[in-house]
């Protein structure tokens, strides 16, 4: 059993004066011999001879947690001047601003026992100096970071697989989870506070790994939580609205992951420009990029690098072909259904292939491992054939629809959805998610996601509203159910399913805690729908993949 605040780290690393950290990065000199080994930014992690970086947070400051953090064995603590003053005061936490001063000093005896180091705005060196500490391990990776609204996770196991199959031991950071060679760790963040993050990747190369397949998010990049590492690769899947309550507005969440395609973060990089945020990107990025057009819109089409053609269904997903303008061309497939899953496999191939591998290799490689054939915890996770049962994260009105286009083709009888929306977040795309649930399923099982602190009831009237005027404006014969609690929603469409139909269950994907008036309750869709699928008795199940994040039923 983990705890979120389980991290991987290295085991061996050769400690560094914090007399060289703070001239190496302009810091006042603390006059003392004290050693570090890592860095952490939470005390709740921190380990012996780590460098405690003490930042200020929405709510809390860092510098409140340092003497528990020394007292665990940390060896040096960096802050802001406000942490310097908590520390300065009574007992360590007065906050008498006045004895902040002058920042470029270091902080005055705070009886901790240690020596403080003060920076202006700590997080902006953070990744820099955590991945300074433990001896710059991005350097000595192959790097490939992928941003978008969309796709990331997708496309992080799909560069994870094609790497594999060419033969280098690779590491993987993102949503679901954080791999270094064997060991494996679910994750709290897509993409790891940078401390974390750092100490990650030197553990990659204790465990010799040799590539690294990694998420950045907006929120990632706006932290600093990525800054020590220059992607060899970085690729963008695609921009749609969200994130709005952290960026604002659309075009600042746009400047946001833009600065991914900056030298500071990318050698290089891959864009999908298959919508305007991707056509402008590429123009305005600063680092060299090779665009990638996946759905054959003639505007994006004829000036992109890579194109994708040829597109036809394979098994349960695609084939197609990614051809780049010089003539270099590669045929493959991808398992997962949909066109969106084509545009995310070609993006990780076209990252591999500007990351400097042979096309030959390539196809080779993917030849001898069933094409892009990730397995991707909670996304289009096939858990039985019949009734094809799967689970998604689509958890927005846009991806429920595409993940119900993407099963239509494959189903030869009736398509069943299983949703619900979030409570306490965007209540405005409650009534979309029930219209485009009715608009693409044949029979619709509303029901709870994570209420947080509302009234669940009150959550699926909102879904329904938006279903039942869709019924009214629709032409096609959809039944329409609302079922609480989720379980007995999923048990129910598993139960009613026929042979030949299919039940999506979308919204949760990988998760495994459901939030119910503050309460987190065991909830995993992949359980729930497997202990269904094992009461039919006549089900074909697909074995269990193993995730970090998997647990034991233990709802009745
Ligand atoms: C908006 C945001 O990103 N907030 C992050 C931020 O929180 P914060 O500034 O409020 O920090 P705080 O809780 O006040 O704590 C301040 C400092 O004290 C430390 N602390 C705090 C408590 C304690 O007991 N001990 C301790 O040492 C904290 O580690 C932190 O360094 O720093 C915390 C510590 O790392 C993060 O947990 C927290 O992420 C929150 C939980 C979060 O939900 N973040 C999401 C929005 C996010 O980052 N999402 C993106 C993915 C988005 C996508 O879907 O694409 C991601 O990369 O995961
Ligand atoms: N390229 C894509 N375009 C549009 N939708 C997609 C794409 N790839 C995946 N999706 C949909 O978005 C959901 C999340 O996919 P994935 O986890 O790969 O993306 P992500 O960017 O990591 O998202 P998140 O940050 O929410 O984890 C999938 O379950 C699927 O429904």
């Given at each position: 059993?983990?705890?979120?605040?389980?991290r991987i780290r290295p085991a061996a690393v050769t400690p560094r004066q914090v007399t060289d950290l703070a001239l190496a990065f302009?810091?006042?000199?603390?006059?003392s011999d004290a050693t570090v080994t890592c860095v952490a930014?939470?005390?709740?992690?921190v380990a012996d001879g780590d460098l405690f970086v003490?930042?200020?947070?929405?709510?809390?400051?860092?510098?409140?947690?340092?003497?528990?953090?020394?007292?665990?064995g940390a060896t040096a603590?960096l802050?802001?001047?406000?942490?310097?003053?908590?520390?300065?005061?009574?007992?360590?936490?007065?906050?008498?601003?006045?004895?902040?001063?002058?920042?470029?000093?270091?902080?005055?005896?705070?009886?901790?026992?240690v020596p403080?180091l003060?920076?202006?705005?700590?997080?902006?060196?953070?990744g820099r100096v955590a991945a300074w500490v433990v001896g710059n391990p991005a350097d000595r990776l192959?790097?490939?970071?992928?941003?978008?609204?969309?796709?990331?996770?997708?496309?992080?196991?799909?560069?994870?697989?094609?790497?594999?199959?060419?033969?280098?031991?690779?590491?993987?950071?993102?949503?679901?989870?954080?791999?270094s060679?064997?060991?494996?760790?679910?994750?709290?963040?897509?993409?790891?506070?940078a401390a974390d993050l750092q100490a990650v990747l030197a553990a990659m190369l204790e465990d010799e790994v040799?590539?690294?397949?990694?998420?950045?998010?907006?929120?990632?990049?706006?932290?600093?939580?990525?800054?020590g590492?220059?992607?060899?690769?970085?690729?963008?899947?695609?921009?749609?609205?969200?994130?709005?309550?952290?960026?604002?507005?659309?075009?600042?969440?746009?400047?946001?992951?833009?600065?991914?395609?900056?030298?500071?973060?990318?050698?290089?990089?891959?864009?999908?420009?298959?919508?305007?945020?991707?056509?402008?990107?590429?123009?305005?990025?600063?680092?060299?990029?090779?665009?990638?057009?996946?759905?054959?819109?003639?505007?994006?089409?004829?000036?992109?690098?890579?194109?994708?053609?040829?597109?036809?269904?394979?098994?349960?997903?695609?084939?197609?072909?990614?051809?780049?303008?010089?003539?270099?061309?590669?045929?493959?497939?991808?398992?997962?259904?949909?066109?969106?899953?084509?545009?995310?496999?070609?993006?990780?191939?076209?990252?591999?292939?500007?990351?400097?591998?042979?096309?030959?290799?390539?196809?080779?490689?993917?030849?001898?491992?069933?094409?892009?054939?990730?397995?991707?915890?909670?996304?289009?996770?096939?858990?039985?054939?019949?009734?094809?049962?799967?689970?998604?994260?689509?958890?927005?009105?846009?991806?429920?629809?595409?993940?119900?286009?993407?099963?239509?083709?494959?189903?030869?009888?009736?398509?069943?959805?299983?949703?619900?929306?979030?409570?306490?977040?965007?209540?405005?795309?409650?009534?979309?998610?029930?219209?485009?649930?009715?608009?693409?399923?044949?029979?619709?099982?509303?029901?709870?996601?994570?209420?947080?602190?509302?009234?669940?009831?009150?959550?699926?009237?909102?879904?329904?509203?938006?279903?039942?005027?869709?019924?009214?404006?629709?032409?096609?014969?959809?039944?329409?159910?609302?079922?609480?609690?989720?379980?007995?929603?999923?048990?129910?469409?598993?139960?009613?399913?026929?042979?030949?139909?299919?039940?999506?269950?979308?919204?949760?994907?990988?998760?495994?805690?459901?939030?119910?008036?503050?309460?987190?309750?065991?909830?995993?869709?992949?359980?729930?729908?497997?202990?269904?699928?094992?009461?039919?008795?006549?089900?074909?199940?697909?074995?269990?993949?193993?995730?970090?994040?998997?647990?034991?039923?233990?709802?009745?």
């Amino acid at each position: 059993m983990t705890s979120p605040f389980d991290r991987i780290r290295p085991a061996a690393v050769t400690p560094r004066q914090v007399t060289d950290l703070a001239l190496a990065f302009g810091l006042a000199v603390p006059g003392s011999d004290a050693t570090v080994t890592c860095v952490a930014s939470d005390n709740r992690v921190v380990a012996d001879g780590d460098l405690f970086v003490a930042l200020p947070g929405t709510r809390a400051h860092g510098a409140r947690f340092a003497a528990d953090a020394v007292a665990r064995g940390a060896t040096a603590v960096l802050t802001d001047a406000e942490g310097a003053a908590l520390l300065a005061g009574p007992a360590g936490d007065a906050g008498d601003e006045s004895r902040a001063g002058d920042e470029s000093r270091a902080a005055p005896g705070t009886g901790l026992g240690v020596p403080v180091l003060v920076a202006p705005d700590p997080r902006s060196i953070l990744g820099r100096v955590a991945a300074w500490v433990v001896g710059n391990p991005a350097d000595r990776l192959m790097t490939f970071g992928v941003t978008g609204t969309n796709g990331k996770t997708t496309t992080t196991y799909q560069l994870a697989h094609l790497l594999r199959a060419l033969g280098w031991k690779g590491g993987l950071v993102g949503t679901v989870e954080t791999r270094s060679g064997d060991r494996v760790l679910p994750s709290r963040l897509t993409t790891p506070e940078a401390a974390d993050l750092q100490a990650v990747l030197a553990a990659m190369l204790e465990d010799e790994v040799r590539t690294l397949a990694m998420e950045v998010s907006s929120h990632a990049l706006a932290q600093h939580r990525a800054d020590g590492i220059v992607f060899g690769v970085a690729g963008f899947t695609n921009l749609s609205q969200d994130h709005l309550d952290f960026h604002g507005d659309l075009e600042s969440y746009f400047a946001t992951k833009k600065q991914l395609f900056t030298p500071a973060h990318a050698r290089r990089g891959v864009v999908t420009a298959d919508d305007p945020w991707g056509v402008r990107l590429a123009q305005e990025s600063e680092v060299p990029v090779a665009t990638l057009s996946t759905t054959g819109t003639a505007t994006t089409t004829d000036a992109a690098d890579w194109v994708v053609t040829d597109v036809a269904p394979s098994g349960t997903g695609s084939a197609f072909t990614v051809t780049h303008r010089d003539g270099r061309t590669l045929r493959t497939s991808t398992s997962l259904p949909g066109a969106y899953n084509v545009a995310n496999a070609a993006l990780a191939l076209v990252m591999v292939l500007e990351g400097g591998a042979d096309v030959r290799d390539v196809a080779e490689a993917l030849d001898a491992s069933g094409g892009l054939a990730a397995t991707v915890p909670g996304r289009m996770e096939v858990v039985a054939t019949s009734p094809r049962v799967v689970v998604d994260f689509a958890h927005n009105t846009e991806a429920l629809a595409l993940a119900l286009d993407a099963l239509r083709p494959t189903t030869a009888g009736r398509l069943a959805v299983v949703f619900g929306a979030t409570g306490d977040r965007d209540p405005g795309k409650r009534p979309l998610m029930g219209a485009a649930a009715v608009a693409g399923a044949d029979v619709v099982y509303v029901t709870d996601d994570d209420p947080h602190d509302e009234d669940p009831a009150a959550v699926r009237a909102a879904v329904l509203d938006g279903a039942r005027a869709e019924l009214v404006l629709g032409d096609r014969d959809v039944t329409l159910h609302e079922v609480a609690p989720r379980e007995e929603a999923i048990r129910a469409a598993v139960r009613d399913a026929a042979p030949a139909d299919t039940v999506l269950v979308a919204g949760r994907g990988h998760e495994t805690i459901q939030e119910i008036a503050g309460v987190d309750h065991a909830l995993d869709d992949r359980v729930e729908a497997r202990a269904a699928l094992a009461a039919r008795g006549d089900a074909v199940m697909v074995p269990a993949q193993v995730t970090g994040k998997q647990h034991e039923r233990t709802t009745a």
